[in-house]
């Protein structure tokens, strides 16, 4: 893809307000939680006893829970994936180390990366878990990369991040509220700290997008249209276990959290619907004839995804993973 000059020059100009959106929007690393923070203490005289109280909570959890909590947890510990490819986008890649958006992808991603390191321990504590086939997959979805159809465009890049960051946010979310519903009060704490940076940075993505539509317009518009018309695929779509092709057990996976109401198609719907009204996408001036039909195609967007939702069907047949003990 051959982008316009103008894009690095406006990365460029928002670049320079990166230091505000880091105080704004992640938080400083002294004071913020870490997943030692959320665990049992494994320096404490009572850990075997907070251990044996958490495994006991797990036993609740039910066969599609353990497989969402699982896939949301290697779906974050894929974090050196989407750090190279954010590194690689057009404007991030320019510029000092120590300034603008280098920094920015660098401190999202250690805020990022505690969230992998904190399910991931609770799994291994749970007893539920084959960890060695989850660190296969794990393994696996690094290796395999992802494509994502956004290519090194930043305009496309900060749609996709703004979407997904809103994904895991209500996938976060709703796994905290079961857990706490099947007497798990620790693990939804988890979850819900989780679900919280998750949402702090959905509203940073969608700033740099708000900040863009003042300055670009109509390539801005044109940008979101082509990832919608894509569709905005899950950055764990190529996750397999042993023995499986590449993205054979994403759809399962899918699967069970359309069973659970995690992530459903209209939450997918209800996140297209959420972004056009966030970037006031109906108010938008000073759009090239494209641009106005790129608005037009958005506009009318969420109502045809529903028509279609309304005649999808959710398997009902469990898969067997082989994470699950």
């Known amino acids: 893809m051959n982008l316009p000059a103008s894009r690095l020059e406006v990365m460029n100009f928002i670049g320079g307000k990166v230091n505000g959106f880091l105080e704004q929007f992640l938080k400083p690393v002294e004071t913020h ?7 049992p203490d494994s320096t404490q005289e009572n850990f075997l006893e907070e251990v044996k109280l958490l495994r006991e909570s797990a036993r609740e959890l039910t066969y599609d829970y353990i497989a969402v909590l699982i896939g949301d947890t290697i779906t974050e510990e894929a974090l050196p994936t989407y750090e190279s ?47 060695r086939a989850m660190e296969v997959s794990t ?3 690094i290796a395999d990369g992802f494509d994502i159809g956004t290519g090194r465009d930043p305009y496309r890049n ?20 079961l857990a706490k519903q099947a007497g798990c009060p620790q693990l939804s704490k988890i979850c819900g700290v989780i679900a919280s940076d998750e949402m702090r940075h959905a509203k ?6 708000q900040e ?3 300055v670009d317009p109509s390539e801005m518009m044109l940008a979101f249209e082509d990832m919608m018309r894509k569709k905005i695929v899950m950055p764990a779509h190529f996750l397999r276990e042993t023995g499986t092709k590449i993205g054979q057990t994403f759809s399962h996976f899918s699967d069970a959290a359309q069973r659970l109401g995690v992530y459903t198609t209209n939450d997918y719907i209800d996140i ?14 000073d759009l090239n004839d494209a641009a106005q039909r790129a608005r037009d195609y958005l506009m009318a967007l969420p109502a045809r995804l529903r028509r279609v939702a309304d005649r999808t069907r959710v398997p009902h047949l469990e898969y067997q993973f082989s994470w699950i003990a």
């Open 204 to 209: 940073a993505y969608s700033a740099f997008i």
């Open 158 to 177: 900060f749609v996709y991040t703004s979407f997904q960051e809103l994904a895991t946010n209500i996938s976060h979310r709703r796994t905290a509220t």
């Open 85 to 131: 490819w954010l590194m690689e986008v057009e404007g991030v890649n320019q510029g000092d180390f120590d300034q603008g958006w280098s920094r920015w992808v660098r401190a999202w991603t250690a805020e990022e990366n505690r969230h992998g390191d904190l399910l991931n321990k609770f799994l291994y504590l749970s007893g539920r878990v084959n960890m």
């Open 139 to 141: 393994q696996y979805l």
């Open 33 to 39: 939680w870490q997943p030692a923070d959320l665990l």
């Open 212 to 214: 863009i539509l003042t």
């Open 272 to 285: 297209v619907e959420a972004l056009i009204n966030e970037w006031k996408i109906d108010t938008v001036t």
